[in-house]
């Protein structure tokens, strides 16, 4: 076991906890108060909290606001001018936050306040990140199939990636300036962590059923996250592109070779117009979608190369003390 953490100049070791909000309204109140419980039993730690509001129109600042008024000793806000998305919001979080560790968790009381317990434990004791992982989710069946697919993607490129996935995890301060320092726009956090190579500590955990409202990981957010995967994790759908290209111009020689046979021998291969555009129409489909592989790529290396800011902060509120 590595040896414990010590404190800097006798003073307690902080630990910033980031959480990101969208139109999460009934749940803020419920989710500080079970973080206080839990700050009340962090002894060996000064536990201080950033609620990031991702352009909420639900009346979730208004809550934040009055939730930072009655606790301004250790809460802090940031207002994000429009919605910029869940990763660039925890990124604003996590420059934001000055603790000697950061804990990124969800705002729907998904994920158990009392978890960050043994994952401020498993930092003390060395480790920089610490990943609490899903082993099981009170989701419905959709969430938890795209979830088992998106992951088992995600496995190839990143051996070490839980087969629930995470979203709720620790990582120390040097981990969360090296995540803040990554240029690329569209991003796969969760890879980018565990790219780190970090000391990493996994533990297991339920994900449980969201109490209130809906959520708002809609069809369209899954599908641009999963692009984000498989995009931002490997070259697969490249090497896909050359493989079935080489494997349709092998089948495409093969099938000359049969017919210069057959008209040698004063046979016509497979008459009419039919054959003629069903090939036509799967290859036109192939090139399509190779096409529009291609453009993803380049679209996110302009999107990049115009470097604007990932998110812009319209107002903060700091901790009194």
């Not at 250790?74 to 603790?99: D, E, M, P, T, W």
């Not at 555009?277 to 990049?304: F, H, P, Q, S």
Request: glycine residues 6%; neutral net charge; proline residues 5%.
């Amino acid at each position: 076991m590595s040896k414990s953490r010590e404190p800097k100049d006798t003073a307690r070791p902080s630990v910033s906890l980031v959480i990101p909000v969208y139109e999460n309204v009934e749940s803020l109140g419920p989710t500080l108060e079970r973080v206080v419980e839990v700050r009340s039993t962090l002894k060996a730690v000064d536990l201080d909290v950033c609620f990031v509001d991702d352009g909420s129109t639900d009346g979730s600042w208004d809550v934040l606001d009055a939730l930072h008024s009655s606790n301004a000793d250790f809460v802090s806000l940031v207002k994000l001018s429009r919605n910029f998305g869940q990763i660039n919001a925890i990124l604003a979080g996590l420059s934001a936050v000055r603790g000697d560790a950061v804990i990124i968790m969800s705002a729907d009381l998904q994920d158990p306040a009392d978890q960050m317990i043994p994952m401020v434990e498993h930092w003390l004791e060395g480790s920089e990140v610490v990943i609490a992982h899903r082993i099981d989710r009170e989701d419905d069946r959709t969430s938890r199939v795209f979830s088992r697919v998106a992951y088992s993607v995600a496995r190839r490129a990143h051996p070490a990636m839980p087969e629930g996935g995470f979203d709720f995890m620790l990582v120390s301060r040097r981990a969360a300036d090296l995540l803040g320092s990554f240029a690329s726009r569209h991003r796969f956090l969760q890879g980018d962590v565990l790219w780190l190579g970090l000391p990493t500590t996994f533990l297991p955990y339920v994900r449980e059923r969201r109490p209130h409202g809906k959520s708002t990981w809609t069809f369209r957010r899954k599908f641009k996250y999963f692009t984000d995967l498989l995009l931002d994790s490997s070259f697969v759908p490249i090497q896909v592109m050359s493989r079935l290209g080489f494997l349709i111009s092998a089948a495409g020689l093969l099938y000359a070779v049969v017919i210069v046979v057959a008209r040698l021998a004063n046979q016509t291969p497979s008459p009419g117009w039919a054959p003629i555009m069903i090939t036509l129409l799967i290859l036109g489909g192939l090139i399509m979608i190779m096409l529009g592989i291609i453009g993803e790529y380049l679209w996110r290396i302009y999107d990049d190369v115009k470097a604007r800011p990932l998110y812009v902060i319209q107002e903060t509120r700091k901790p009194s003390s």
